[in-house]
């Protein structure tokens, strides 16, 4: 057992359940290969990572533990969200993995399909100089946060209003207010819309990620795409590999 350990928060891609907003445009079926894809690289760059991996999975039956075993295989740990709102299973996961003997730990969700594994291993690393590490997404939320056990601020999840454009600088404040020496890390694209999956797309033609399925599955959807194609400010992905 390692003294780290990252959270990784997926659902199961039934159609209809996951990215509804792209399949509402995509189609359902669609959607939910995407989101495959996008669990499927992401556990390939968390495989890379020098810490522990929690597979925490919703819905939390056992049912769904065994038909995620059989997708992304028996070799990991599949732990099931529990909490009655997004801050609670985020809490009760963290608290499950102090209460486990971790002293650092991070929790990342599943629509940052680029990410690279070196900026997980970071935030990790960086949590021996940091109280807290958190990473804004674009659409005001949140990506990753991580805490170390002496530092562990359970409050930040209780009373957030999710799902809105406000969840990122709530939780700064809160931190901020709690004294908390807080690492932003750098904003990212998290993919909900179909203006994210383009800017995903576009960000990635020179970078390593190209290379993934997700990446091959984008480009089967390379015409709707571009109908997506707003002037925003292009990043360059292609030294992703060199991260950190």
């Given at each position: 057992m390692s003294d780290t350990c990252v959270l990784f928060f997926v659902k199961y891609p039934d159609?209809?359940?996951?990215?509804?907003?792209?399949?509402?445009?995509?189609?359902?079926?669609?959607?939910?290969?995407?989101?495959?894809?996008?669990?499927?690289?992401?556990?390939?760059?968390?495989?890379?990572?020098?810490?522990d991996l929690r597979v925490m999975h919703a819905p939390g039956d056992d049912v769904t533990a065994r038909r995620f075993k059989e997708?992304?295989?028996?070799?990991?740990r599949y732990l099931p969200q529990v909490g009655s709102d997004l801050g609670a299973r985020m809490r009760h996961a963290f608290d499950e993995a102090f209460a486990a003997g971790y002293e650092r730990v991070v929790l990342m969700g599943s629509d940052v399909p680029d990410y690279p594994h070196e900026l997980v291993q970071k935030a990790l690393d960086d949590l021996h100089q940091h109280d807290v590490v958190i990473g804004?997404?674009?659409?005001?939320?949140?990506?990753?946060?991580g805490f170390r056990r002496d530092t562990?601020?359970?409050?930040?999840f209780d009373g957030i209003a999710w799902s809105t454009?406000?969840?990122?600088?709530?939780?700064?404040?809160?931190?901020?207010?709690?004294?908390?020496?807080?690492?932003r890390l750098p904003d990212w694209n998290d993919v909900d819309t179909m203006w994210d999956l383009n800017v995903l797309y576009?960000?990635?033609?020179?970078?390593?990620?190209?290379?993934?399925?997700?990446?091959?599955?984008?480009?089967?959807?390379d015409e709707l795409l571009r109908r997506?194609?707003?002037?925003?400010?292009?990043?360059?992905?292609?030294?992703?590999?060199?991260?950190?």
């Open positions: 159609p209809g359940t996951v990215k509804t907003r792209l399949g509402e445009v995509l189609g359902h079926e669609n959607a939910a290969a995407l989101y495959r894809h996008f669990v499927q690289d992401l556990m390939l760059e968390l495989g890379r990572v020098q810490a997708w992304l295989g028996p070799q990991h804004p997404a674009n659409d005001g939320g949140y990506y990753l946060i562990y601020r359970p409050d930040v454009p406000e969840v990122f600088e709530v939780t700064r404040e809160r931190l901020q207010e709690a004294r908390c020496d807080t690492l576009r960000n990635n033609r020179n970078s390593s990620f190209r290379l993934t399925a997700s990446y091959a599955a984008l480009r089967e959807h997506y194609d707003i002037d925003l400010p292009r990043v360059d992905r292609s030294s992703r590999e060199a991260a950190g």
